[in-house]
């Protein structure tokens, strides 16, 4: 299995807070990607990061933002947490975007 | 818009039976990928082409380029296939992949 690993697997927390989700690979892989997960949506992009530094928005990117100071950790951050972005979120990796990606187990966000 | 298509949205065979599920894409890409995803669990990568076919035990996937589709067909279906599974593209443009919404397939013993 490749090396990726999602922080937390399952967080709750209240509407108006701050929240960040942690993704972490241990195989070098230059893209790293965000998804969130719906109902009748399927995956649906939020940020990616093609490098150190290097990041851009996906499709539902408004409320989120990342960051990326290390090839292995890529962060995702809720300034405001609202109900409409409980969801489930996936971190993915690849290295190009070419090649195979590979997913973490996901996060189960729940904003209440 | 969907960059990505499938169907059947769902789907219960019995065990045994053979398997097809398909994929249209509107893009241009680079490479298709199919993913299963188990109820609860992760997201696994079964497949990526970028032309042709590939077997990987029961499991067949092919694209059509010309045509812009992919099928993925499991033959002698087991329960333990029951899962969704995704459809992905490559865009050849950009970084990022397109999703397709899945396909829910029950088999039944």
């Known amino acids: 299995d490749a090396g990726i690993t999602q922080s937390p697997r399952h967080k709750v927390t209240e509407t108006g807070t701050p929240v960040t989700l942690r993704c972490h690979q241990t195989?070098?892989?230059?893209?790293m990607y965000w998804y969130r997960q719906d109902p009748g949506h399927g995956l649906r992009l939020i940020h990616y990061s093609y490098g150190v530094k290097d990041t851009d928005k996906g499709e539902v990117s408004d409320g989120y933002s990342v960051s990326r100071s290390k090839t292995e950790d890529f962060l995702l951050t809720l300034e405001s947490a609202t109900s409409s972005q409980t969801s489930v979120y996936f971190c993915?990796?690849?290295?190009?975007?070419?090649?195979?990606?590979?997913f973490g187990q996901g996060t189960r966000l729940t904003v209440v | 818009k969907n960059e990505v298509e499938q169907s059947p949205q769902n789907l219960t065979a019995q065990e045994g039976e053979f398997i097809t599920i398909n994929c249209s894409y509107s893009v241009g890409i680079s490479a298709l990928h199919w993913l299963q995803q188990h109820p609860g669990g992760g997201i696994v990568s079964l497949f990526m082409l970028s032309s042709g076919k590939k077997k990987h035990g029961r499991l067949i996937a092919t694209i059509n380029i010309q045509e812009k589709h992919s099928s993925l067909h499991i033959t002698a279906s087991h329960p333990r296939d029951s899962a969704v599974y995704i459809c992905a593209v490559s865009s050849n443009t950009g970084n990022q992949f397109y999703f397709g919404t899945g396909t829910s397939l029950t088999v039944i013993p």
């Open positions: 993915a990796i690849s290295e190009s975007r070419a090649t195979e990606a590979f």
């Open positions: 195989e070098n892989h230059r893209y």
